[in-house]
């Protein structure tokens, strides 16, 4: 079997040698893919993989824009369509200074599954720039967003590519691209997920990605007969996705102790309480400030500059951050302090190597794809309410994200299950593929 993947591996390397995190979410598909591959008929001889691998289309444009001093500026648009045989393409948009090629087609590979795994008619994408909105002004970002949209909005639409938010890409990034959209088609559609609710969006998709990652934490906990009550939790991040992995852990009565940015991690011992959380969301969203302004305020908390939370004890751990930000030796840590439960709300948070050993050591672990999909999976209720010109209740859209995401717990299990063990990586990997390489196998060779 290990000739089969490495044949695969030195073939797919061939053409992205220079893509590393690129090759490292394909590598980590394939192990687990290719012995499914091989064993069923179907499946065997007919290159899927392969075929998966390859984008449909990369698009690469110039975002020329004036920032505030008058001075010309020059970034990088990117739109990785990666695969679109159950849907139109979907996915996110970066805007981050480190944001290349190589990390929008991991992203774009990885949503692939993701979206599958939602059930939802969704193909996958992801797109992005090199801009970084951390320092500039609201007007820089309005202007930076319309440059953007003015060479995007002919290669995307409600029916053929749907883009949303990521890191740097929130609600106030999706208004300005919408408003460009808008007014270059001349039409309002549901051709952007994230939108404000009372322009198209839906309530509860800014909660989405954060509480299903709770969610399927939940589901594996209860799987064997435990919950996240009183659980230590560590949360890596302090954008989008951790502020409400936060809000629902903290709603679960388990006891937050960090949170994280790019400059350094906080921790307070006394557990983040929904005050604390709305500070948070304050310094982050409406100052944008480093999350260090929390130990000023609060003086049990300690900051940590420079440094992830991975060494503090717990129970639980929540990558909510960036890609690779659990290495072998933050794993290795997390395991010796009495971390028993991973749920990724990041995409690829964890290195191969952090991952083997939360197999070894029978750690609860969630791949991103599987248990941060509940972020999409709401944009695809987005869309469908969007279709119906008809909004669901905050009640209804919850309901159905919490079904989403014990389903996609469950076909984890149907295809990972082991003796002992759920690899779940294993599980969300060949649960995506299946659904995506049928249909691919029914429209042909194109
Ligand atoms: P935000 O931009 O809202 O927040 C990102 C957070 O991560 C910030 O606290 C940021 O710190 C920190 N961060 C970003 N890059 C790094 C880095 N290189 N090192 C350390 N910290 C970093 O993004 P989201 O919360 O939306 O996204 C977080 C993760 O979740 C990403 O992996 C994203 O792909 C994934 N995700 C997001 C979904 C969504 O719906 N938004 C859906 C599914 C997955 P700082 O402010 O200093 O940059
Ligand atoms: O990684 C992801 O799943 C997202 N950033 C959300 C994508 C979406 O279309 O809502």
Redesign the pocket.
């Known amino acids: 079997m290990n000739k089969v993947i490495n044949e695969f591996l030195n073939e797919v390397n061939r053409r992205n040698s220079h893509e590393p995190e690129f090759m490292q979410a394909v590598s980590e598909v394939a192990s687990t893919v290719l012995p499914y591959i091989v064993s069923k008929k179907i499946y065997h001889g007919k290159n899927i993989l392969l075929r998966m691998v390859e984008p449909e289309r990369v698009i690469m444009f110039r975002v020329p824009w004036v920032d505030d001093s008058g001075e010309i500026r020059v970034n990088r648009g990117y739109r990785v369509e990666m695969n679109s045989a159950i849907g139109p393409y979907k996915g996110?948009l970066?805007f981050?200074k480190?944001v290349n090629l190589s990390i929008l087609k991991f992203?774009a590979f990885e949503q692939v599954f993701?979206n599958a795994l939602t059930t939802l008619p969704m193909g996958g994408g992801k797109g992005g720039s090199d801009f970084d909105p951390?320092d500039k002004s609201d007007a820089e970002v309005m202007r930076f967003c319309q440059s953007f949209m003015t060479e995007l909005f002919r290669h995307i639409g409600p029916n053929r590519d749907i883009p949303?938010?990521?890191?740097?890409?929130?609600g106030r990034e999706i208004g300005f691209l919408f408003g460009q959209y808008k007014k270059l088609k001349n039409e309002f559609t549901g051709v952007l997920t994230?939108k404000g609710v009372s322009w198209g969006g839906s309530l509860i998709?800014?909660e989405?990605?954060?509480y299903g990652t709770v969610y399927f934490a939940q589901n594996m906990l209860e799987r064997v007969g435990d919950n996240l009550e009183n659980k230590q939790v560590l949360i890596?991040?302090?954008?989008?996705?951790?502020?409400y992995a936060a809000e629902k852990c903290i709603m679960l009565n388990a006891k937050v102790l960090t949170?994280?940015?790019?400059?350094g991690f906080i921790h307070d011992p006394d557990g983040i309480d929904i005050e604390k959380l709305n500070y948070v969301m304050k310094i982050?969203n409406v100052e944008?400030q480093?999350?260090s302004k929390y130990a000023d305020k609060y003086s049990q908390a300690k900051y940590y500059h420079n440094q992830?939370p991975w060494s503090i004890p717990c129970h639980v751990a929540l990558p909510?951050?960036?890609?690779n930000?659990i290495t072998e030796s933050n794993a290795k840590e997390l395991i010796l302090n009495g971390c028993f439960c991973v749920s990724e709300?990041?995409?690829?948070?964890s290195t191969p190597t952090a991952i083997k050993h939360f197999h070894q050591a029978k750690v609860f672990y969630a791949p991103?794809k599987a248990s941060?999909?509940?972020?999409?999976a709401v944009?695809g209720l987005e869309m469908a309410q969007n279709s119906l010109r008809y909004n669901w209740t905050r009640e209804e859209v919850d309901l159905r994200l919490k079904k989403i995401m014990k389903d996609i717990h469950d076909s984890c299990i149907v295809y990972g299950k082991q003796k002992n063990y759920v690899n779940y990586e294993k599980g969300a990997n060949i649960a995506g593929f299946v659904k995506v390489a049928d249909a691919m196998l029914a429209q042909g060779v194109v």
């Open positions: 996110g970066r981050h480190s992203l993701k951390k949303a938010g990521d890191i740097g890409v929130g994230g998709r800014p989405a990605t954060g890596s991040g302090s954008g989008n996705v951790a502020q949170l994280s940015d790019s400059s982050k944008r480093r999350i992830k909510c951050a960036t890609e930000e709300g990041a995409n690829m948070p991103g941060n999909a509940g972020g999409v944009s």
